[in-house]
């Protein structure tokens, strides 16, 4: 694919933001589970946190393709920063983008896409995880409130959020259609994060509970119509797959240049057993590249895409554990230390597998496109 | 019958490690995972059933076992705890085993040490740092990288290349040899070092191997050291698929257990296929220590479908478990972590691939 002289500019100036700044914090980020606020300042300045948002809203005003393009380059030095900026981005803006009203767009979608606020997204509870529709979380309206109760979990920024999204169903036996989502703000009473999970990657990321007890939230903070919550969150993550391919690719990359860095270093280019897996890795990341890219065009163009985004997230992800594992073995026994960031790359890789619809949901979402239901 | 057939006490011996495995690490491997040690009681209580050095003969101490038994006990113990079956693989593998080739005299004061009860440390390090400040005496200066063990030894073997060439030495632990924790991916526990050596002497007679001897000794013990490793890679590689089978079977979303979902049963199927596949391997390879047949393509075949498996089920293993996976209340991570580390710490697959195509066409 060919890039605009447009995309091809913005990808130097995120790569140099990203090298330049990203990359010398990286290793300290996820050494020390620290969460990069410094570079949260930095790309709102950047204005990188509400990309594909208009500017009338607070954001850059510019497409998806270019919002691929920064978390793949900022992905390709630092996973923790680069899923910050995706969930933030696709799950955090995104539904209050799409489905929230003129009023509440003013309120919540403007401090979002200018990164005065952190956005997250409540929809994984602990029994509900690839079914996304068993949500146990409940909602019940009390006079002029939604009372809430129930438990999320694996909320990526769910401590840190100003502004979380969620889900509740007013019935659990109704299946989907009971599903609403909503919009709570840190520090509404009877609203607590949880505990923060222990994780194997993504370390500077942080992942926790959302705990809701007799949470009163005003009617306004409903986002579209009762029962809407399902369709809400099937959009949110269909998108949300084109930043977690992006991410998966960029790790991938990232993975690539450390190896061909390595390869230069020791003098091992000439060598053909390693020629041939720098050769394999980098043709399986070109074509997650197409796919990426091919998604957001299509997402950008109004196009149908769902088939797309989950081609292109379980590619990418699938490719990417290939790749970073195919990393350390040519780094050999340095690949497992940390004086190389290959076996970072590895352990942020393996969630791209598994956040946003596992490689087994992205399948089925393929095969319904194909097949039908 | 199937190819692998123990004899009786080849099951008593595989009994008692599961036993042990079980009741005595089980209940503390997440404290050794977060401490990056293994408490020394830990290493007693192997010795004392005869499983922490178990090839060294009775004469000096250990329990003479055959190398099926070997595998056994590597594969019973990486099960529970990798870092664990690594160090037993270290001891037997790399330590015992040059040991027990060597002609130095001194060896055998060596083995009876590991006889009773002592760790040996094995220096992986083939592009090490040292400086050879004077020949004779034999002085060093420098830094060894991934010394197996190294945390816990008391002696350590190292080969250093003179002028005469390459030869492997035994050292005692020192103040004049300092240690530093690299941090590693995986095999956190296993006790895998840096060595900074200050002006160490090494007294002639500590060379245990050198001349043409020491390339051919060395030959063998790195393939029987990748048999022990093939054995860790089978223990992961089981714990793995053992562990997502108890969970696919609990785990319920859209109102079954996820193990009725194809794509699960496929992933689970596909980690046996695996697992059995490199288990006749493995132990193809060990029998053939046993039975004095030929090993060379054997071992190398078994590490690398054994150590590859391992990581293969480590990786589904988490994706089995998603989001909990990934995160450190479950063992599947740490799975994960440690087939990864085990695949480089031999020869990497890409070295393997050469090495086998190199003996298919010698």
């Given at each position: 694919?060919?890039?605009?002289?447009?995309?091809?500019?913005?990808?130097?100036?995120?790569?140099?933001?990203?090298?330049?700044?990203?990359?010398?914090?990286?290793?300290?980020?996820?050494?020390?589970?620290?969460?990069?606020?410094?570079?949260?300042?930095?790309?709102?300045?950047?204005?990188?946190?509400?990309?594909?948002?208009?500017?009338?809203?607070?954001?850059?005003?510019?497409?998806?393709?270019?919002?691929?393009?920064?978390?793949?380059?900022?992905?390709?030095?630092?996973?923790?920063?680069?899923?910050?900026?995706?969930?933030?981005?696709?799950?955090?803006?995104?539904?209050?983008?799409?489905?929230?009203?003129?009023?509440?767009?003013?309120?919540?979608?403007?401090?979002?896409?200018?990164?005065?606020?952190?956005?997250?997204?409540?929809?994984?509870?602990?029994?509900?995880?690839?079914?996304?529709?068993?949500?146990?979380?409940?909602?019940?309206?009390?006079?002029?409130?939604?009372?809430?109760?129930?438990?999320?979990?694996?909320?990526?920024?769910?401590?840190?959020?100003?502004?979380?999204?969620?889900?509740?169903?007013?019935?659990?036996?109704?299946?989907?259609?009971?599903?609403?989502?909503?919009?709570?703000?840190?520090?509404?009473?009877?609203?607590?994060?949880?505990?923060?999970?222990?994780?194997?990657?993504?370390?500077?990321?942080?992942?926790?509970?959302?705990?809701?007890?007799?949470?009163?939230?005003?009617?306004?903070?409903?986002?579209?119509?009762?029962?809407?919550?399902?369709?809400?969150?099937?959009?949110?993550?269909?998108?949300?797959?084109?930043?977690?391919?992006?991410?998966?690719?960029?790790?991938?990359?990232?993975?690539?240049?450390?190896?061909?860095?390595?390869?230069?270093?020791?003098?091992?280019?000439?060598?053909?057993?390693?020629?041939?897996?720098?050769?394999?890795?980098?043709?399986?990341?070109?074509?997650?590249?197409?796919?990426?890219?091919?998604?957001?065009?299509?997402?950008?163009?109004?196009?149908?895409?769902?088939?797309?985004?989950?081609?292109?997230?379980?590619?990418?992800?699938?490719?990417?554990?290939?790749?970073?594992?195919?990393?350390?073995?040519?780094?050999?026994?340095?690949?497992?230390?940390?004086?190389?960031?290959?076996?970072?790359?590895?352990?942020?890789?393996?969630?791209?597998?598994?956040?946003?619809?596992?490689?087994?949901?992205?399948?089925?979402?393929?095969?319904?496109?194909?097949?039908?239901? | 019958?199937g190819l692998i057939?123990?004899?009786?006490?080849?099951?008593?011996?595989?009994?008692?490690?599961?036993?042990?495995?079980?009741?005595?690490?089980?209940?503390?491997?997440?404290?050794?995972?977060?401490?990056?040690?293994?408490?020394?009681?830990?290493?007693?209580?192997?010795?004392?059933?005869?499983?922490?050095?178990?090839?060294?003969?009775?004469?000096?101490?250990?329990?003479?076992?055959?190398?099926?038994?070997?595998?056994?006990?590597?594969?019973?113990?990486?099960?529970?705890?990798?870092?664990?079956?690594?160090?037993?693989?270290?001891?037997?593998?790399?330590?015992?085993?040059?040991?027990?080739?060597?002609?130095?005299?001194?060896?055998?004061?060596?083995?009876?040490?590991?006889?009773?009860?002592?760790?040996?440390?094995?220096?992986?390090?083939?592009?090490?740092?040292?400086?050879?400040?004077?020949?004779?005496?034999?002085?060093?200066?420098?830094?060894?990288?991934?010394?197996?063990?190294?945390?816990?030894?008391?002696?350590?073997?190292?080969?250093?290349?003179?002028?005469?060439?390459?030869?492997?030495?035994?050292?005692?632990?020192?103040?004049?040899?300092?240690?530093?924790?690299?941090?590693?991916?995986?095999?956190?526990?296993?006790?895998?070092?840096?060595?900074?050596?200050?002006?160490?002497?090494?007294?002639?007679?500590?060379?245990?191997?050198?001349?043409?001897?020491?390339?051919?000794?060395?030959?063998?013990?790195?393939?029987?050291?990748?048999?022990?490793?093939?054995?860790?890679?089978l223990?992961?590689?089981?714990?793995?698929?053992?562990?997502?089978?108890?969970?696919?079977?609990?785990?319920?979303?859209?109102?079954?257990?996820?193990?009725?979902?194809?794509?699960?049963?496929?992933?689970?199927?596909?980690?046996?296929?695996?697992i059995e596949s490199s288990r006749n391997l493995v132990y193809d390879a060990a029998i053939?220590?046993?039975?004095?047949?030929?090993?060379?393509?054997a071992?190398?075949i078994a590490?690398?479908a054994s150590?590859?498996?391992?990581?293969?089920?480590?990786?589904?293993?988490?994706?089995?478990?998603?989001?909990?996976?990934?995160?450190?209340?479950?063992?599947?991570?740490?799975?994960?972590?440690?087939?990864?580390?085990?695949?480089?710490?031999?020869?990497?697959?890409?070295?393997?691939?050469?090495?086998?195509?190199?003996?298919?066409?010698?």
């Amino acid at each position: 694919m060919i890039l605009s002289q447009r995309h091809k500019e913005f990808r130097e100036k995120i790569r140099a933001f990203a090298d330049n700044e990203v990359a010398p914090r990286a290793k300290e980020i996820d050494k020390k589970s620290e969460f990069p606020w410094d570079l949260i300042k930095r790309m709102a300045e950047l204005k990188l946190l509400g990309l594909y948002v208009p500017e009338e809203y607070g954001g850059a005003g510019l497409d998806v393709l270019s919002y691929a393009i920064a978390v793949e380059e900022i992905g390709r030095v630092c996973g923790s920063t680069g899923i910050f900026l995706a969930a933030h981005s696709s799950l955090g803006v995104f539904p209050i983008y799409y489905a929230g009203t003129e009023e509440q767009k003013k309120k919540w979608l403007i401090p979002l896409a200018k990164g005065e606020k952190i956005g997250s997204f409540g929809l994984t509870e602990p029994n509900a995880g690839s079914d996304a529709a068993g949500t146990q979380t409940r909602y019940k309206l009390v006079g002029d409130k939604y009372i809430i109760n129930g438990t999320k979990r694996f909320i990526t920024s769910g401590h840190v959020a100003d502004v979380i999204i969620f889900t509740a169903t007013k019935d659990p036996t109704l299946g989907y259609k009971g599903i609403s989502a909503f919009v709570v703000e840190k520090g509404t009473p009877g609203f607590t994060p949880g505990r923060e999970e222990d994780k194997l990657g993504l370390r500077g990321s942080i992942t926790s509970e959302l705990i809701f007890e007799d949470c009163a939230i005003p009617q306004e903070n409903l986002l579209g119509k009762e029962g809407d919550g399902f369709k809400i969150f099937m959009e949110t993550l269909d998108g949300g797959r084109i930043s977690i391919g992006a991410l998966a690719l960029g790790i991938a990359q990232g993975a690539l240049d450390a190896s061909i860095k390595f390869v230069k270093e020791n003098n091992l280019h000439k060598e053909q057993s390693i020629q041939s897996r720098i050769a394999e890795m980098s043709t399986e990341i070109e074509a997650a590249r197409l796919l990426v890219y091919h998604a957001a065009q299509l997402k950008d163009a109004g196009l149908p895409y769902v088939k797309e985004s989950a081609m292109a997230k379980y590619y990418a992800s699938t490719i990417g554990m290939k790749a970073t594992s195919l990393a350390i073995d040519i780094h050999g026994l340095f690949g497992i230390t940390d004086e190389y960031p290959v076996e970072r790359f590895l352990r942020d890789e393996k969630l791209m597998e598994i956040g946003e619809g596992t490689s087994e949901i992205q399948k089925i979402v393929i095969a319904r496109q194909l097949l039908g239901k | 019958m199937g190819l692998i057939n123990l004899n009786n006490e080849q099951k008593m011996v595989q009994n008692e490690v599961k036993k042990f495995a079980l009741q005595e690490i089980e209940p503390i491997v997440q404290e050794i995972e977060k401490n990056a040690g293994i408490p020394e009681v830990i290493f007693r209580k192997l010795n004392e059933l005869g499983i922490l050095s178990p090839i060294i003969p009775q004469e000096y101490g250990g329990a003479g076992f055959d190398t099926t038994s070997l595998c056994i006990i590597i594969e019973e113990l990486s099960k529970i705890c990798a870092s664990l079956g690594l160090v037993v693989a270290v001891n037997n593998g790399l330590v015992a085993y040059s040991l027990m080739k060597s002609r130095n005299e001194k060896s055998k004061t060596y083995l009876k040490r590991l006889g009773n009860g002592e760790l040996g440390g094995f220096d992986i390090d083939f592009d090490k740092n040292l400086q050879i400040i004077s020949q004779n005496p034999l002085k060093i200066n420098g830094r060894s990288r991934f010394v197996l063990s190294g945390a816990y030894a008391k002696f350590l073997l190292l080969d250093i290349k003179t002028e005469n060439g390459w030869s492997l030495y035994l050292i005692e632990s020192s103040d004049k040899s300092k240690i530093t924790n690299p941090y590693l991916l995986g095999m956190r526990s296993a006790g895998i070092v840096d060595i900074t050596f200050d002006n160490l002497e090494i007294p002639d007679d500590f060379c245990l191997l050198d001349g043409t001897v020491y390339n051919t000794t060395m030959e063998e013990t790195r393939d029987y050291f990748n048999l022990c490793l093939s054995a860790v890679g089978l223990g992961i590689a089981q714990a793995a698929l053992e562990a997502s089978i108890k969970y696919a079977k609990e785990r319920r979303q859209f109102n079954r257990p996820i193990c009725e979902f194809p794509m699960v049963q496929e992933m689970l199927a596909e980690m046996k296929i695996r697992i059995e596949s490199s288990r006749n391997l493995v132990y193809d390879a060990a029998i053939r220590y046993d039975t004095k047949e030929e090993t060379r393509m054997a071992v190398k075949i078994a590490v690398t479908a054994s150590t590859e498996s391992a990581v293969y089920c480590g990786i589904k293993g988490v994706q089995i478990f998603g989001g909990y996976g990934y995160t450190k209340d479950y063992p599947v991570e740490r799975y994960l972590r440690d087939a990864k580390a085990l695949e480089v710490l031999g020869d990497s697959p890409i070295k393997l691939r050469e090495i086998i195509a190199r003996e298919l066409i010698s």
